[in-house]
């Protein structure tokens, strides 16, 4: 070819592949355009899950962490020193006031009680006989017989015996109660813990190993938590009124609440942690509570009524928090609101709400205040966001397979 034609043919080649990305690219912007149409906001209604503002009774409720206290527990030790003859009890058992727990072998206490018998007897038998002196001699005194010297020699040692007796009536008593102190029985009634003896074993008094088992009360039950201080005068004012209800939650499986009273206020704050310590009583009938458990605990102090709505129908922006209020029309509006306080699920609305007024509790995000929503049963939303997630799998899977097949039939040319 030649050259001028060579030139000529090249221009043409290059003029024609211009003009056709330049085709290519405003084909591009008008699909992009098309896409973005379909899935803009304001496409249409907004599907949305509505509630209603309605009143009810919403306590007014102080929540901390307590923990489980026995109202009454014991250490149980021997009074007495000598051989562990026989234990009555096993561990965890139940018992009652008064239940015999351990034995001490009693044959050294019942000697000593019957030696303090016989010095008493020798006692009284001496104060009986000088008693008889003093009278005889109280005569003879008259009638000049014997000296008042003499005389009061003998009254003397009566006295003197009175008081022996009283000694030896007072040893009689202490052996007797040594004695007594040899069947070790329970001061209250509880279950008993762990127990470090065995028939048998040596036990002494004041020891400081000596401890022979623990009791604890199990019902009724204390459970001791505290609050800060900035509800002092809240709780002051509404326990004027009357006792105030405390429910707890054990942890465990079974989360039904234990009810009880407020029966215990300090009368100091805690200057360490700034806590005021409380203390609830509970009957315990069904023994959830157990000494040492840590449990969520709620002090009720009022039970009002209360605008509420859900929870989840609260938003929050720069201007502080609102609502999507749905008119009879449809149409979403933006309402502030005041929120009080959160129980549970609900909110308690202060102000910019009326009863019965429509709210948007799900699919805030696509409301548009002022447009139309398309209001949705909660079950058949809930059905849908499913199958939406099913559908774009399969979407996902049809994209998949058509950029498949071109390679494939590439492949095969």
Not at 64 to 79: C, F, K, M, N, Y
Not at 166 to 188: H, M
Not at 309 to 329: D, F, H, L, N, R
Request: with cysteine; charged share 25%; proline share 6%.
């Amino acid at each position: 070819m030649p050259k001028p034609f060579r030139r000529l043919f090249f221009a043409s080649l290059t003029a024609s592949i211009v003009v056709s990305l330049l085709s290519g690219c405003g084909e591009k912007p008008a699909a992009t355009g098309g896409g973005g149409g379909k899935g803009g906001r304001g496409g249409g209604a907004a599907p949305v899950v509505v509630g209603q503002a309605q009143r009810k009774i919403v306590p007014l409720v102080i929540e901390a962490i307590g923990a489980v206290e026995p109202i009454r527990a014991t250490a149980v030790r021997s009074q007495v020193t000598g051989i562990l003859q026989k234990i009555a009890i096993k561990e965890g058992q139940d018992v009652k006031e008064g239940d015999l727990l351990f034995e001490i072998d009693p044959r050294p206490f019942v000697n000593a009680l019957k030696s303090a018998e016989a010095d008493l007897q020798k006692a009284k038998v001496q104060l009986e006989t000088a008693r008889t002196q003093v009278a005889r001699y109280r005569t003879l005194t008259a009638d000049q017989m014997v000296s008042k010297e003499q005389f009061e020699k003998i009254s003397d040692t009566a006295r003197s015996l009175e008081s022996e007796v009283l000694a030896d009536e007072s040893r009689v008593s202490t052996a007797k109660l040594q004695l007594e102190y040899c069947s070790i029985r329970a001061p209250l009634a509880g279950r008993t813990g762990n127990m470090s003896v065995h028939e048998g074993d040596l036990v002494r008094v004041n020891d400081a190993g000596g401890l022979l088992v623990t009791i604890n009360q199990l019902n009724p039950i204390y459970v001791t938590f505290g609050v800060p201080q900035q509800y002092l005068a809240t709780l002051a004012r509404y326990r004027a009124t009357g006792t105030l209800k405390v429910t707890v939650v054990p942890p465990g499986i079974d989360e039904k609440p234990e009810e009880g009273l407020l029966t215990f206020m300090d009368n100091t704050v805690d200057s360490s942690t700034g806590t005021l310590k409380l203390k609830g009583s509970f009957p315990n009938d069904s023994q959830r509570l157990w000494p040492g458990q840590f449990a969520t605990v709620k002090v009720t102090l009022a039970s009002p009524e209360a605008l509420t709505v859900p929870s989840a129908a609260i938003q929050t922006s720069q201007a502080g928090q609102y609502v999507y209020v749905i008119s009879a029309e449809k149409v979403a509006e933006l309402r502030p609101v005041v929120v009080e306080r959160i129980y549970e699920a609900d909110a308690v609305i202060g102000k910019g709400l009326k009863d019965g007024e429509t709210i948007v509790v799900d699919g805030q995000l696509r409301v548009i205040p002022g447009r139309p929503v398309d209001i949705k049963d909660p079950a058949a939303a809930g059905k849908a966001g499913k199958g939406g997630k099913g559908g774009d799998g399969k979407g996902k899977k049809k994209e998949k397979e058509a950029e498949t097949k071109p390679a494939e039939k590439r492949a095969a040319d």
